[in-house]
């Protein structure tokens, strides 16, 4: 029974992909806006809105099809969303990296696909956003399994500077690393000799399999190059 | 007093700006995409003034309590230089996204043709998105100007009650409303309209489709005139109700056929408090119950 908006226009996407520029924009007035935990995550940067659920879902039924069996990963489909996400608000940006984010989860993105190469460069272009919730979805499930390791870095420590909780970053002890843990340390000192607070997820990146110890008072030797 | 300001340019103003107005009982906002006081040279720079408008500045807004959404348009006095004017051809697709209230501001600078044909082209966007028009009114020549403005509404068929006609004084206010539009004042600290005068025109017009915005930018100009308005009209007798009409349910009237107004309180938003974009205390949760 296809009767609801999304899936309408899951249906319009899979027959003529031409309409997902207007459904994606139309997403949150149709298909309902807001976050999934008001009070633990007001902005939906860890666990996401309705808003992003339905945009995710329009990406799918673009790549997948509306039986979910398909799965067209190239040129066309990545310039497809690479204007999606040039052309697209804060929301719509958010909406195309959780969906590439749903296609992880939904058997993956092939890795040197053209969708693939494309979205790691959008990837980039939301780890220099200065809007969290942007930053965040640079690193969920797509970002984990195809961002460069420098990048992916950078946006872990990027968003512990804007107090975002690292539950936003896919599989984080998978990635962690010695520089990783260098960065966090350096940061940690840093804030200390202000006499500013550490975020309580610096001990995340410290001491992932024991965050209940506290960060270093002091930079700990380099241990990467 | 709750107060949506249906025009502020909020782009040139600063967090300060923020604190004050919810201070103040503002709660939403609209900002018109407009002229930024140095002209643009081409068409991408008014394509990152509009995503800015529909992507930072209302993530900056919300940061401090307030709702923000925008109207689209290449503005008059832009229309006239033809390395902006291929803009048109961007603006339909900025009029679907999320938080676009309305075409504007539209309308006239100088009265050149350029204007007009943009005025125009832009007014039967506006049906084809079903928007309301948000309309500038000259600085020169006003008199003329706003005439001309609703002679150009007229003709493009566009049910006037759909359309906002701006920065209006006494000697434009009547003509606009015996059109059946709904008519604006900007309330400024020296120039345009002062509180006093607009509380004078209210008592003269009633509250019925009368709309007061500060319009604030980077100029001298005030993002807390709508508020002391309202003050101004209880200090002259004016009810609660009135001034929640004026500030509030009007402007709200006007752009809710827009279908797009988004109005409850920002979630997680706390005043006086440090704008955070998720709260820690949701990760420790997280993180003891896995511990």
Same mark, same amino acid.
């Given at each position: 029974?296809?009767?609801?908006?999304?899936?309408? +226009?899951?249906?319009?996407?899979?027959?003529?992909?031409?309409?997902?520029?207007?459904?994606?924009?139309?997403?949150?007035? %149709?298909?309902?806006?807001?976050?999934?935990?008001?009070?633990?995550?007001?902005?939906?940067?860890?666990?996401?809105?309705?808003?992003?659920?339905?945009?995710?879902?329009?990406?799918?039924?673009?790549?997948?099809?509306?039986?979910?069996?398909?799965?067209?990963?190239?040129?066309?489909?990545?310039?497809?969303?690479?204007?999606?996400?040039?052309?697209?608000?804060?929301?719509?940006?958010?909406?195309?990296?959780?969906?590439?984010?749903?296609?992880?989860?939904?058997?993956?993105?092939?890795?040197?696909?053209?969708?693939?190469?494309?979205? $790691?460069?959008?990837?980039?272009? +939301?780890?220099?956003?200065?809007?969290?919730?942007?930053?965040?979805?640079?690193?969920?499930?797509?970002?984990?399994?195809?961002?460069?390791?420098?990048?992916?870095?950078?946006?872990?420590?990027?968003?512990?500077?804007?107090?975002?909780?690292?539950?936003?970053? +896919?599989?984080?002890?998978?990635?962690?690393?010695?520089?990783?843990?260098?960065?966090?340390?350096?940061?940690?000192?840093?804030?200390?000799?202000?006499?500013?607070?550490? #975020?309580?997820?610096?001990?995340?990146?410290?001491?992932?399999?024991?965050?209940?110890?506290?960060?270093?008072?002091?930079?700990?030797?380099?241990?990467?190059? | 007093?709750?107060?949506?300001?249906?025009?502020?340019?909020?782009?040139?103003?600063?967090?300060?700006?923020?604190?004050?107005?919810?201070?103040?009982?503002?709660?939403?906002?609209?900002?018109?995409?407009?002229?930024?006081?140095?002209?643009?040279?081409? $068409?991408?720079?008014?394509?990152?003034?509009?995503?800015?408008?529909?992507?930072?500045?209302?993530?900056?807004?919300?940061?401090?309590?307030?709702?923000?959404?925008?109207?689209?348009?290449?503005?008059?006095?832009?229309?006239?230089?033809?390395?902006?004017?291929?803009?048109?051809?961007?603006?339909?697709?900025?009029?679907?996204?999320?938080?676009?209230?309305?075409?504007?501001?539209?309308?006239?600078?100088?009265?050149?043709?350029?204007?007009?044909?943009?005025?125009?082209?832009? &007014?039967?966007?506006?049906?084809?998105?079903?928007?309301?028009?948000?309309?500038?009114?000259?600085?020169?020549?006003?008199?003329?100007?706003?005439?001309?403005?609703?002679?150009?509404?007229?003709?493009?068929?566009?049910?006037?009650?759909?359309?906002?006609?701006?920065? /209006?004084?006494?000697?434009?206010?009547?003509?606009? %409303?015996?059109?059946?539009?709904?008519?604006?004042?900007?309330?400024?600290?020296?120039?345009?309209?002062?509180?006093?005068?607009?509380?004078?025109? /209210?008592?003269?017009?009633?509250?019925?489709?009368?709309?007061?915005?500060?319009?604030?930018?980077?100029?001298?100009?005030?993002?807390?005139?709508?508020?002391?308005?309202?003050?101004?009209?209880?200090?002259?007798?004016?009810?609660?109700?009135?001034?929640?009409?004026?500030?509030?349910?009007?402007?709200?009237?006007?752009?809710?056929?827009?279908?797009?107004?988004?109005?409850?309180?920002?979630?997680?938003?706390?005043?006086?408090? $440090?704008?955070? #974009?998720?709260?820690?205390?949701?990760?420790?949760? &997280?993180?003891? +119950?896995?511990?």
């Amino acid at each position: 029974m296809t009767d609801t908006w999304i899936d309408r +226009a899951r249906a319009d996407v899979a027959r003529d992909p031409r309409t997902l520029t207007r459904l994606f924009a139309l997403a949150p007035r %149709r298909a309902g806006r807001g976050p999934h935990d008001p009070q633990g995550d007001p902005h939906g940067v860890v666990r996401g809105t309705a808003e992003d659920d339905a945009r995710a879902a329009l990406v799918v039924a673009l790549v997948r099809g509306v039986d979910g069996t398909g799965s067209d990963t190239g040129d066309a489909t990545a310039a497809r969303l690479r204007e999606l996400y040039d052309r697209g608000d804060t929301g719509e940006r958010r909406g195309v990296l959780r969906g590439l984010d749903a296609l992880e989860a939904a058997g993956g993105v092939p890795g040197g696909s053209p969708l693939a190469r494309t979205g $790691v460069e959008l990837a980039h272009d +939301a780890h220099r956003a200065n809007d969290p919730s942007l930053v965040a979805a640079a690193v969920g499930r797509f970002g984990g399994r195809h961002l460069d390791q420098h990048t992916w870095r950078h946006t872990v420590l990027k968003l512990v500077f804007l107090g975002v909780p690292l539950d936003a970053v +896919a599989g984080l002890t998978d990635r962690l690393d010695d520089e990783t843990v260098r960065m966090a340390s350096d940061f940690a000192a840093e804030r200390r000799a202000a006499g500013r607070p550490v #975020p309580d997820d610096v001990d995340r990146i410290l001491h992932p399999l024991d965050p209940g110890r506290p960060a270093p008072t002091a930079p700990t030797p380099s241990t990467a190059e | 007093m709750r107060i949506f300001d249906p025009h502020i340019h909020m782009t040139s103003r600063t967090t300060d700006d923020y604190e004050r107005m919810y201070a103040a009982g503002v709660r939403a906002v609209v900002e018109p995409a407009f002229w930024l006081g140095q002209p643009r040279t081409s $068409v991408a720079s008014f394509c990152d003034y509009f995503d800015s408008l529909v992507g930072w500045e209302r993530f900056r807004a919300e940061q401090f309590g307030i709702r923000h959404h925008a109207t689209i348009a290449l503005n008059p006095k832009e229309a006239n230089d033809p390395r902006c004017r291929d803009v048109l051809d961007e603006v339909p697709r900025y009029l679907l996204k999320d938080g676009v209230v309305a075409v504007g501001e539209v309308g006239y600078d100088s009265m050149t043709p350029a204007e007009d044909e943009a005025f125009a082209a832009q &007014l039967q966007m506006a049906r084809e998105a079903e928007l309301p028009v948000l309309v500038h009114t000259p600085h020169r020549d006003k008199l003329n100007g706003t005439r001309r403005t609703l002679d150009v509404v007229r003709e493009s068929g566009i049910d006037p009650s759909r359309v906002l006609v701006d920065h /209006l004084n006494e000697t434009t206010v009547a003509m606009v %409303r015996d059109a059946g539009a709904w008519a604006g004042f900007s309330i400024y600290p020296d120039t345009k309209m002062d509180p006093h005068r607009m509380v004078a025109l /209210l008592h003269e017009y009633g509250t019925e489709r009368m709309i007061v915005n500060s319009a604030a930018d980077w100029g001298r100009s005030d993002p807390l005139r709508t508020a002391r308005t309202g003050e101004e009209m209880l200090a002259a007798g004016f009810t609660d109700h009135d001034v929640d009409r004026v500030l509030w349910r009007n402007p709200v009237a006007f752009y809710g056929t827009s279908g797009n107004l988004v109005l409850d309180p920002v979630p997680g938003f706390v005043p006086g408090e $440090v704008p955070a #974009p998720a709260e820690f205390e949701g990760s420790s949760v &997280l993180r003891g +119950a896995r511990v």
